[in-house]
């Protein structure tokens, strides 16, 4: 089937014949995917569907040419390169909403007039792994289409009035071994919110790191009050919670800011500081703990507020500065939608399989003309 391209992209396409851009769905645009995964990449074989909002993806046009993904960032572990045998991947439209996805694959696809599912091949044959460290989370997991099925030379021109964008990927056979490739994964769930820990902590003068938490993420709904803590410490510091609305710019800076020029070596600025609160640590045993409360706006401007924090531990001893700074953490609060969905079954063959948390999804790094 070939789909005939919108006038409106064709000044786009005719620089180079194609302008390549790289777009990421605007919920995980940042750092805060943190959910190791298992799937084909690090299990050998299978079969992944993940479903996307068209919505989400782009707003006029996107032409996709491929797509990559990136290790997770909790989890980040070394793995050895490897090739992934007989690898396919088809990109369609679905006939359901990321919410409504079902468990038995056939059922997400979208039917045409001889009940047959509209989808394409887009890549087929073996895939090469690098290498991966256990120090960066590149999107270095890249397919790049080579499959001419959409009649387009390689490339599929989404269009969202369709349905929504339904990817698929198989390897032949059932999984028996992890190789090491955990892809990062993010979730946006419609009944709770949920955070996540990223970046990198200092260390304090006694060589532990300070980490920070969400006790109560039932809580993390609009007009409710929830609870962030600090980990159990074994000493006491004079302590600041951070809160901003970034974590990747702070007024003209850019987020992450290392901070080994201002005597905090090891230390890194993870989340814009808009608000500092004060708070502080209690004797609990022979550790201390601190925490601080914050109240969530009543109303649906609420849903899908993202808070970033930080936390601040004034340390004499630890630096030239004085001073260490936890992780960041993002807070999600519960979303009016959910963009994405996966289900996942290790036995390639499997009608069904099973479907990750609500809103769960691979971080997918798209590729084409994305406007």
Excluded: C
């Excluded at 769905?25 to 995964?37: I, K, Q, T």
């Excluded at 690898?87 to 009940?115: C, E, H, I, R």
């Excluded at 690098?130 to 590149?138: E, G, H, K, L, Y």
């Excluded at 993420?217 to 600041?240: C, E, I, Q």
């Amino acid at each position: 089937m070939r789909m005939l391209l919108p006038l409106g992209l064709l000044p786009l396409l005719a620089v180079s014949g194609f302008a390549q851009q790289k777009k990421i769905l605007p919920a995980v645009a940042e750092r805060e995917g943190a959910s190791a995964n298992l799937t084909i990449f690090s299990q050998g074989a299978g079969r992944i569907q993940q479903m996307v909002d068209g919505n989400s993806l782009y707003s006029k046009v996107a032409v996709l040419s491929g797509m990559s993904f990136r290790m997770d960032g909790m989890t980040m572990q070394t793995a050895a390169p490897r090739t992934l045998k007989g690898f396919k991947m088809y990109v369609g439209y679905s006939s359901k909403t990321p919410s409504t996805m079902s468990s038995t694959f056939a059922d997400n696809w979208k039917l045409d007039a001889q009940q047959q599912p509209i989808r394409y091949l887009v890549y087929s044959g073996d895939l090469a792994l690098p290498a991966q460290d256990a120090v960066r989370r590149p999107f270095n997991v890249s397919v790049v289409f080579n499959q001419k099925s959409t009649g387009q030379d390689t490339k599929f021109n989404y269009d969202k009035t369709k349905g929504d964008l339904l990817i698929e990927m198989e390897v032949a056979g059932t999984a028996v071994t992890n190789y090491g490739y955990m892809l990062d994964a993010h979730a946006e769930s419609t009944n709770r919110g949920w955070y996540t820990a990223y970046g990198t902590a200092g260390k304090l003068s006694n060589a532990e790191t300070p980490r920070i938490l969400v006790q109560d993420d039932w809580n993390l709904k609009p007009g409710r009050t929830f609870t962030m803590s600090v980990s159990a410490l074994r000493a006491n510091y004079p302590s600041l919670m951070f809160l901003g609305v970034s974590g990747t710019q702070w007024g003209s800076l850019k987020l992450p800011l290392p901070l080994d020029t201002l005597g905090m070596p090891g230390n890194v600025l993870e989340a814009s500081t808009d608000l500092a609160i004060p708070f502080t640590l209690m004797q609990s045993g022979n550790t201390y703990v601190g925490s601080v409360r914050l109240p969530i706006p009543a109303g649906n401007q609420s849903l899908g507020l993202k808070i970033y924090s930080q936390a601040l531990f004034l340390d004499q001893k630890a630096n030239k500065f004085g001073a260490v700074l936890s992780q960041g953490m993002v807070v999600y609060v519960q979303s009016a939608s959910q963009t994405v969905q996966y289900v996942y079954h290790k036995d390639s063959t499997s009608k069904t399989g099973s479907k990750g948390n609500g809103g769960e999804g691979l971080v997918i790094q798209f590729e084409g003309a994305i406007l």
